[in-house]
């Protein structure tokens, strides 16, 4: 197989409503869709799910841009190779841009079911028919606007609910949600926020009394020490989440004890390829993961909901419907939830259809490289 045609589609799609996290706020998304073509005329597609300012991680989209323009589509164009992770051979020695790797993994892999006749989730090794699905919550204005958005996707069957916190929008927001939903799935995210101060380590401590499901990355990135310390001291698991961008974190994340549960994101970790080694990584050392998300369009979200089909994610994934997000999305049909549940596609590839003319309608820029067919 070889890809003869690589395109980038800048591409801005408006939020249907806006979302706060500890660092900032967003109203639209702008993501680089990667599309490739092989000699025979064959489509995959991909989607760089990056921020557009380096608060989640370092990488935004116009850093992805650059190293995707200058040195992954000019080893990828004309390569020949069998299997995705083959192809992904070819920018293995550009450090680190994970986000730039995680699109044209996704397009590699999306091409390569789809030259096999079979969906991406039976490619992956995906063993479910549907997925549960988690849905992330961002910080709101009040906590009765809180409650509202809650309560809403509550009501819709959402299996498990995510809370955005920070300093100053933490134990109280978690208390009036767990007072009105004792039952319900529920977890904090604080995106490394907090500072390793004794005062955090008794604020998160004051969270083990609501039952959370977890506390996800409380801490900086890198600070696997800390994290350590402070499993040590809670009952409530700690999920890793930014710390983990490559696969020997993992193994740091086990033998320092750092976190219980493990938060798989195709973007953060450079694509599926990286991902799926991560859930088997993780299925053998008897670490439950779930499958999160960067807010994706169609094409990211599709791919997470294959990768969630594998056997070792056990959590609820962010892999809520497309109308959580967008009034109108890029694939068609869009992702749906019923009663919290989604269903993987099994048509050949993403198992969608990929809107090309509405994606022009919403791009900021277009770039093609190599052939065009």
Same mark, same amino acid.
């Given at each position: ?17 806006? /979302? ?12 680089? &869709?990667?599309? /490739? ?15 557009? +300012?380096? =608060?989640?991680?370092?990488? @935004? ?7 995707? @323009?200058?040195? !992954? ?25 994970? =986000?730039?790797?995680? *699109? /044209? ?18 490619? &992956? ?21 809180? &409650? ?32 009105? =939903? ?20 008794? &604020? ?10 977890? !506390? ?7 600070? =696997? ?13 700690? #999920? ?18 750092? *976190? ?30 779930? #499958? ?20 070792? /994610? ?5 892999? +809520? ?8 999305? !890029? ?40 052939? +065009?067919?």
């Amino acid at each position: 197989m070889k890809v003869v045609g690589v395109s980038l589609y800048v591409t801005r799609l408006p939020l249907v409503h806006g /979302f706060e996290t500890s660092s900032h706020r967003k109203t639209h998304l702008d993501h680089i &869709l990667v599309r /490739f073509t092989d000699e025979s005329g064959l489509e995959g597609w991909g989607e760089i799910a990056s921020p557009s +300012s380096p =608060f989640y991680s370092s990488e @935004t989209v116009d850093t992805a841009q650059l190293i995707a @323009t200058k040195y !992954i589509i000019p080893a990828v164009i004309g390569h020949e190779w069998e299997t995705p992770d083959q192809l992904a051979t070819t920018w293995a020695r550009v450090r680190g841009h994970e =986000f730039a790797k995680a *699109g /044209f993994d996704m397009a590699a892999w999306s091409l390569y079911s789809a030259s096999r006749g079979e969906s991406l989730a039976a490619t &992956l090794g995906g063993v479910r028919e549907s997925v549960a699905a988690g849905v992330s919550l961002g910080i709101e204005t009040s906590i009765d606007a809180l &409650l509202t958005e809650v309560t809403r996707h509550v009501d819709a069957g959402y299996r498990r609910v995510k809370l955005k916190i920070k300093q100053g929008w933490d134990v109280e927001p978690v208390r009036a949600v767990r007072a009105a =939903f004792p039952d319900q799935d529920v977890h904090v995210d604080a995106n490394g926020i907090y500072d390793d101060t004794d005062e955090t380590t008794e &604020l998160m401590r004051s969270l083990d009394q609501f039952g959370l499901s977890m !506390i996800e990355q409380p801490y900086g990135p890198r600070n =696997f020490a800390a994290h350590a310390q402070l499993q040590s001291r809670l009952q409530t698991p700690i #999920c890793l989440d930014e710390a983990v961008v490559d696969l020997d974190d993992i193994g740091t994340m086990i033998a320092l004890e750092a *976190g219980r549960i493990l938060n798989i994101k195709v973007s953060r970790m450079g694509g599926l390829t990286v991902a799926v080694a991560a859930h088997n990584i993780t299925r053998d050392a008897g670490i439950p993961v779930w #499958c999160g998300g960067m807010h994706e369009f169609g094409i990211g979200r599709a791919a997470n909901v294959a990768l969630s089909s594998l056997p070792g /994610f056990t959590y609820p994934s962010d892999v +809520s419907a497309s109308d959580k997000y967008y009034e109108r999305d !890029i694939i068609d049909p869009p992702v749906t939830a019923d009663r919290g549940m989604v269903r993987v596609p099994t048509d050949v590839g993403l198992g969608h259809t990929v809107l090309t003319d509405w994606i022009l309608q919403n791009t900021i820029s277009h770039e093609h490289f190599g052939e +065009s067919r």
